[in-house]
């Protein structure tokens, strides 16, 4: 797991999750921007944009904790 | 059912697309540290407990662990929970703090390796080529069902579905072995939770909390017990399963779940990944507490469809004759009542990520198995270290071609899918009686351990075909003529065990043991242990084994 060189898993983790979350924010905002016609249940709630920030949240956490380089045992 | 259920945007593909090329991007990065058998293998040894313990759990989360336990809690309410309480974390505890220092000790790559050690070539033999060929078959099933689910839920091509799938699946394994498959098992973990958790969240605001919930179930099915764990045990007829607590506490949680947790090379072999000793006992304790927060993700989004679901979900046959939505259904009725754009991507992604986790699991687990207890042994024996490492990589594909087979053949035979799963069920039971009495018993003798495997196993084959021929047989092997099927194999499991102690027992006592030296590091009292002494209590595995133990007892108590 800590070779030499060898990027953690949780960089990998982090990127995707924060990949993740710009695109599911980006959906909700466009929701919240433009109503669907068919919204679902608890749309009031608008849990895209609050989700896609707790994935941008983490998936930047994981991802400057363990960016090549920080990653040195 | 010819409409598809759920309709995904382009947002929804986007993050599909983005995690397939994530878990071929890791298969690619890896491929240069999988050099030797032992990084191909066993992940070079060198995993944390909280990788090691991750990946333990998304092993065995793959297949069709969150549809199926989903449709399981919608059919049989609160009760599936026991599959994934006393039905694991004592077995989880019991390898963690019991098992896991003989396998770790006795370097060995896997579980019928192990056998070979203690009971010598023909037990090997035996669980070899039985584990080889369930596994494979096993693999096969779950890549039809998924691909099924796909074609039910998105309208997927069927073909199509299988193909990507396992192509994607053995294309990381077969560059970077247990550490890809590793590395991509913790991505999967991750995804899984946070696709599947916002179903649990949104839905028990929708129903103002747990009794809330309980409210709409009882107004929703009125006269039915949805939501209590032991209380309606005491009967056959009083739970929707048909089962008496005796199965579930001795069939269930002390045979079949010891023999899943504790002899399934497709788990235990994340754990020998682990880089010493204590993180291979830590790591299925850490698994063990994340086990029991799953069914908040798998069980509560079944339990909220029976309380918010408009329409009552019934069984497969019941759909198809009337274009009803079947149990099966449950999670992704859940997921399009509550994900727009974007979280439905990624709540298919955890379903997608749940089937590849335990494809992987079971393609990297065949593939070592194979490699190391059957073409080692039995076919080329002198070979180099890269040749073993090549084979592993083709055996690999081998698995997948075969796999793929199987899931052609399912379709064509749909009935092969009950048999091929009751077969797998065979022989779980008695690895578990065979090995734990190896562990903890000295007096076992190799003759004793093999014919206490074949006795378990042939005799659980005998029960299974006795009720198939003659249904009035039931009230004999699980005890009761109202038995379901879940029931039959809890009692089948406890029988065969027992057939195999007490094989195991009698023919040991009647042959020569081996000697004490040639024990070490494989039997409890033979084996020097490290000990733990010197550590902090909070790093010690008894410690945080007790925690886990502690809150499981809490938590049956609070939904008894």
């Known amino acids: 797991m800590h070779?030499?060189?060898?990027?953690?898993?949780?960089?990998?983790?982090?990127?995707?999750?924060?990949a993740y979350g710009v695109l599911i924010l980006g959906a909700g905002l466009y929701e919240l921007a433009v109503p669907p016609e068919h919204p679902v249940v608890h749309a009031d709630l608008h849990a895209g944009i609050w989700w896609g920030a707790l994935l941008i949240a983490l998936g930047s956490f994981y991802s400057v904790r363990f960016a090549p380089g920080r990653n040195k045992k | 059912m010819n409409q598809r259920l759920l309709s995904l945007s382009p947002v929804d593909l986007a993050i599909i697309i983005l995690y397939f090329a994530a878990v071929l991007a890791i298969g690619f990065y890896l491929k240069r540290y999988t050099k030797t058998g032992e990084d191909f293998f066993l992940a070079g040894r060198e995993m944390t407990a909280w990788v090691a313990g991750l990946s333990?759990?998304?092993?065995?989360?793959?297949?069709?662990?969150?549809?199926?336990?989903?449709?399981?809690?919608?059919?049989?309410?609160?009760?599936?929970?026991?599959?994934?309480?006393?039905?694991?974390?004592?077995?989880?505890?019991?390898?963690?703090?019991?098992?896991?220092?003989f396998y770790y000790i006795s370097k060995t790559h896997s579980v019928p390796g192990y056998l070979k050690l203690r009971f010598g070539e023909s037990s090997r033999a035996l669980a070899a080529i039985s584990f080889g060929f369930m596994t494979v078959l096993m693999s096969g099933i779950n890549m039809y069902s998924m691909a099924l689910v796909l074609k039910v839920v998105l309208g997927w091509d069927i073909h199509f579905s299988i193909w990507v799938s396992s192509l994607t699946v053995a294309a990381y394994v077969f560059l970077g072995g247990l550490l890809s498959a590793i590395f991509n098992e913790v991505l999967q973990f991750v995804l899984i939770w946070l696709g599947a958790l916002l179903i649990s969240i949104i839905g028990l605001i929708e129903t103002g909390g747990w009794n809330g919930m309980v409210e709409r179930i009882h107004q929703n099915f009125p006269g039915q017990n949805f939501t209590h764990l032991w209380s309606t045990l005491g009967s056959f007829?009083?739970?929707?399963?048909?089962?008496?607590?005796?199965?579930?506490?001795?069939?269930?949680?002390?045979?079949?779940?010891?023999?899943y947790w504790t002899t399934d090379f497709l788990v235990v072999q994340r754990v020998l990944a682990a880089?010493?000793?204590?993180?291979?006992?830590?790591?299925?304790?850490?698994?063990?507490?994340?086990?029991?927060?799953?069914?908040?993700?798998?069980?509560?989004?079944?339990?909220?469809?029976?309380?918010?679901?408009?329409?009552?979900?019934?069984?497969?046959?019941?759909?198809v004759a009337t274009g009803a939505h079947s149990y099966n259904e449950v999670l992704p009725l859940m997921l399009a009542r509550y994900c727009g754009p974007g979280l439905l991507g990624l709540g298919i992604t955890a379903l997608i990520a749940g089937f590849m986790s335990g494809m992987a699991g079971?393609?990297?687990?065949?593939?070592?198995?194979?490699?190391y207890d059957i073409y080692r042994p039995f076919i080329r024996g002198n070979a180099t270290d890269g040749h073993y490492v090549s084979v592993g990589r083709w055996c690999t594909i081998l698995g997948v071609l075969v796999s793929i087979g199987t899931a052609y053949l399912v379709m064509q035979f749909q009935s092969i899918m009950d048999y091929v799963q009751a077969?797998?069920?065979?022989?779980?039971?008695?690895?578990?009686?065979?090995?734990?009495?190896?562990?903890?018993?000295?007096?076992?003798?190799?003759a004793g351990g093999f014919w206490g495997l074949l006795a378990g196993t042939v005799s659980s084959i005998g029960m299974w075909a006795w009720v198939k021929i003659d249904p009035l047989a039931l009230r004999y092997v699980a005890l009761s003529?109202?038995?379901?099927?879940?029931?039959?194999n809890m009692y089948r499991a406890l029988w065969s065990w027992l057939i195999c102690v007490a094989v195991t027992v009698i023919v040991s006592s009647l042959t020569r043991p081996k000697p004490v030296e040639e024990l070490t590091g494989l039997v409890y009292g033979c084996t020097e242990l490290p000990s733990e002494g010197h550590l902090p209590l909070y790093q010690r595995p008894i410690f945080w084994a007790s925690i886990v133990a502690g809150v499981f007892v809490v938590l049956n108590i609070i939904f008894w």
């Open chain 2, 423 to 446: 077969l797998f069920s065979f022989f779980i039971a008695p690895l578990f009686g065979t090995v734990v009495l190896g562990m903890l018993w000295r007096r076992a003798t190799p």
């Open chain 2, 237 to 259: 007829s009083d739970n929707p399963m048909g089962i008496h607590w005796v199965g579930i506490v001795f069939g269930l949680g002390a045979i079949i779940s010891f023999g």
């Open chain 2, 481 to 488: 003529p109202r038995a379901k099927d879940m029931a039959e």
């Open chain 1, 3 to 18: 070779r030499p060189g060898m990027l953690s898993i949780w960089f990998f983790i982090g990127a995707l999750l924060l």
């Open chain 2, 56 to 101: 333990f759990l998304a092993a065995n989360l793959g297949s069709l662990e969150l549809m199926g336990w989903a449709a399981a809690a919608y059919q049989y309410g609160i009760l599936a929970t026991h599959w994934y309480w006393i039905g694991a974390i004592p077995a989880m505890l019991f390898l963690g703090l019991v098992m896991m220092p």
């Open chain 2, 275 to 319: 880089k010493d000793v204590r993180s291979a006992k830590m790591a299925p304790i850490i698994g063990s507490g994340f086990k029991m927060l799953v069914p908040f993700i798998v069980i509560l989004p079944g339990l909220l469809g029976l309380a918010v679901l408009p329409e009552h979900l019934v069984g497969e046959g019941q759909a």
């Open chain 2, 362 to 371: 079971n393609v990297s687990a065949f593939a070592t198995v194979w490699t």
